[in-house]
């Protein structure tokens, strides 16, 4: 039975490997479109701005849904939903109907995340909850090495738009898997539901100060999943090809970082620390490391950089996968809607950050950008452990 509780979790955190994929279909091609529709990088920031503002938006709803309706039919909703979205952006003629699009692509992904906390929360224990956020920063690591050499290859072969239609038809492909794979395990949500109605009452103030600090620590994370290939095609003059042979292995190790910060949060625990004082450590560990990122843009060549890029991302897989499962451990019987409340936040940050970070490099090159960026982890310990009395 605990075989088939982690099997059917692997599969059902195969969504996030589609979120991912359909996602990042657009920051592989970006040197494509922005070329096709005579886009600059403040205009891409604003693209970017557009999908982050639904989503920011749209997860508390898409949490509070989730808890609602059940987990099934949540996640099936939302998967349709940005899956017709990618098929979409397959037809765009120009910057309005790709804002439109990513718009609704990002109504559709608000869903995913929070969707995967529910997951979590049914089939795992306490103890392994930072495990299965690691399973699940997997798959979405999974997503981001899938896609550039995917989406290349297409946009070579049959042209960008057949990338986004390709992308798309996989997530409906998924949903009826998902229906058929559920029942390897009949867990009855509202009977794990009852067990922790009386625990972990929301507490408005402690809420919001997580999904500020998530937002602030996944601010490297959004500046290497919308800009890597523009940054190496930009600051060392290679071709799409040739970047999008090395933007595939730094999410190889944002998902190593996601299991070393799973373990040793797990350990801390199972050495007696308290569950949300061992992710705090695991946090500040992890941004100790994440100010490697200031020294990306100076490094001489673009292997050198792309090295330089997998510690920082590695960084924030070990940040996230405890970030993420702070909601659950506090907040364990509205654990879809806790967790969309830490996405909301960072879909709020890339909403903001994103055209500033467009506006800096036009105007300033990557090395100010990367240089803030370096700070942002550090700052959001510094909030988890201010709320920390909440």
Not at 239 to 265: C, K, N
Not at 341 to 354: A, D, E, F, K, R
Request: charged content about 10%.
């Amino acid at each position: 039975m605990i075989a088939n509780r982690w099997v059917v979790l692997g599969v059902f955190v195969l969504s996030s490997t589609l979120n991912y994929l359909d996602r990042q279909a657009l920051a592989t091609l970006a040197p494509m479109l922005l070329e096709e529709f005579r886009l600059s990088n403040t205009d891409y920031g604003v693209v970017v701005a557009a999908f982050s503002i639904t989503y920011a938006a749209a997860a508390p709803l898409a949490g509070l849904l989730i808890d609602r309706i059940g987990l099934t039919r949540g996640i099936s909703l939302a998967v349709g939903l940005w899956s017709a979205a990618g098929i979409c952006t397959g037809f765009v003629r120009g910057l309005g109907d790709l804002l439109a699009f990513r718009m609704v692509l990002g109504l559709g992904e608000a869903g995913g995340i929070p969707a995967a906390g529910k997951a979590i929360s049914i089939y795992l224990k306490p103890g392994e909850r930072a495990l299965g956020h690691s399973l699940n920063q997997a798959a979405v690591s999974l997503g981001l090495i899938l896609a550039p050499p995917l989406a290349t290859w297409l946009a070579i072969s049959y042209g960008w738009r057949s990338a986004f239609v390709a992308t798309g038809l996989m997530g409906l492909i998924w949903i009826p898997l998902w229906w058929r794979v559920r029942r390897v395990v009949p867990i009855a949500e509202e009977r794990i539901e009852e067990s922790h109605r009386l625990a972990g009452p929301l507490r408005a103030r402690r809420l919001a100060a997580l999904a500020f600090a998530n937002g602030l620590s996944m601010v490297i994370y959004s500046l290497w999943t919308n800009w890597p290939v523009l940054f190496l095609v930009d600051r060392y003059r290679l071709t799409l090809v040739e970047a999008a042979w090395l933007v595939w292995i730094p999410p190889v190790f944002l998902a190593a970082g996601g299991m070393a910060g799973g373990w040793l949060s797990f350990r801390a625990m199972q050495a007696g620390v308290p569950a949300v004082r061992a992710r705090t450590a695991a946090c500040l560990a992890a941004s100790g490391l994440a100010l490697i990122t200031a020294a990306v843009p100076f490094l001489p060549n673009a292997g050198w950089a792309a090295a330089a890029i997998c510690v920082s991302v590695f960084s924030v897989g070990a940040f996230s996968v405890n970030m993420y499962s702070m909601p659950i451990d506090e907040f364990p019987a509205r654990a879809a809607f806790a967790v969309s409340v830490l996405v909301s936040g960072y879909g709020l940050m890339q909403t903001v950050v994103s055209p500033g970070i467009g506006y800096l490099i036009d105007g300033y090159g990557y090395q100010p950008v990367c240089a803030l960026a370096a700070l942002t982890p550090a700052a959001a310990c510094g909030v988890l452990r201010w709320s920390e009395r909440f």
